[in-house]
């Protein structure tokens, strides 16, 4: 992030006072005031239902800023001063006529407007009808709406088309803030910029890719929507398979929004079905029961508080995804994604296929594939594993295994890595929607995962149960086992 945006920018974020805006939204736009990229002038109204004064907001902000922002980060004269930026309004959000406030808000209307809805996906259309029934919107406008869009490709569908009765395509801006990670958005510059990866990124070269998303934390009080949307709505259907594009697309004819949405949607479309016959060997579904996670006892998921005890709702989801094109025919992509697993991790695998012919000791043949390995967090950055000599004179031509390492935080040590929010925020107030999804995007994706929902349904299998503090049901090892491979830390 380097030049601030000359254009002035009235943010109006609606469920302003809700766990997302205070935990991400606000010290986002904190950091991009840390940052001088907010322009002079820009403003936001903070909107919410509950009864209080604008000091009042502000002063709640402020804590809750101090609270969120690192503390070599924290300044603050800095946060009061931004803050002044921030209104409050108190709205019902179901009451058409209390909308046209929001225009006397507006002191100058030559500013952007951006729309951000950090409210339940149930009320994107109601806001949208009563803010255009109040005039509060141009074609101009930007709109930005969360995660989940719908529980299945028909409620998306009803999501979608109240927003596209009010907007044009060309102004949402849908959110999965895993687009917005630094070592995401790395993966074009790794595959696009470098002719040592583009030239080897296909079934030739690459044997299988491993997507893993672990959490060591339980459902965190979230009981109410996890229990609803369970491991595979709330991570497969949006982070991962967004990984998974972004890994698998095809070179985009130029950076614009359309045109990686394109090869994304691409991806998606060749996404092998899961059939009913294929769910042993191609999908586990799991739920953790009691253990221990960071050598704490925690309790199991049906254990957890207001929990209901009959619960069939995986925490565990590991598959086999195919894609049916050219580049990929033949290469698996095992995605596995989990609540109290072992620790907090988020990384891509690249395995790349041995050398046609082996010369050195056999019984290092083991270690002759390389891989690239791509971590989202901790520890953003990438590493190749290469085999070289083992030094010494008693070695012979014994291989060892060693990292060309890139780690963000140490190789740009001056730089502070933005948090997702913070990029994500910035590319709506200069309008460029490529890291936000396309509708296409979003029924694609959930028509794939319909169909292995629906798979569980029918076979009423409830989920494998794995001990809190492991990697999963044993059966996720024996999916990836059965095709002679193994997951990355079992190596």
Known sequence: MVNKINTRCDLMLFGALGDLAQRKLFPALYQLERANLLADGSRVLAIARTEADTETVRQQLFDKLKQHV???????????????????????????????VLNEWRDDANNELIVYMATPPSMYGVIARNLRSASCCTEKTRVVVEKPIGHDLESSKVINDELGEVYNENQLFRIDHYLGKETVQNLIALRFANNLFASQWDQNHISHVEITVAESVGIEGRW?????AGQIRDMIQNHLLQLLCLIA???PSDLSADSIRDEKVKVLKALKQITPDMMDSYVVRGQYTAGTSNGKPVPGYLEEEGANKGSATETFVALKAEIDNWRWSGVPFYIRTGKRLPEKLSQIIIHFKPAPHYIFDPDQKHLANNKLIIRLQPDEGMALKILTKDQGLDKGMRLRQGPLELTFSETFATDRIPDAYERLLWEVMKGNQYLFVRRDEVEFAWRWVDQVIQNWKDSGEPPKRYAAGTWGPVASIAMITRDGRSWYEDV
């Open 249 to 251: 697309m095809d070179p």
């Open 70 to 100: 690192k503390p070599e980060e924290f300044d603050a004269e800095l946060a009061k001063s931004f803050l002044k930026r921030v209104d409050y309004q108190i709205l019902d959000f179901n009451e058409p006529d209390a909308f046209g």
């Open 224 to 228: 109410g929507y996890f229990d609803k």
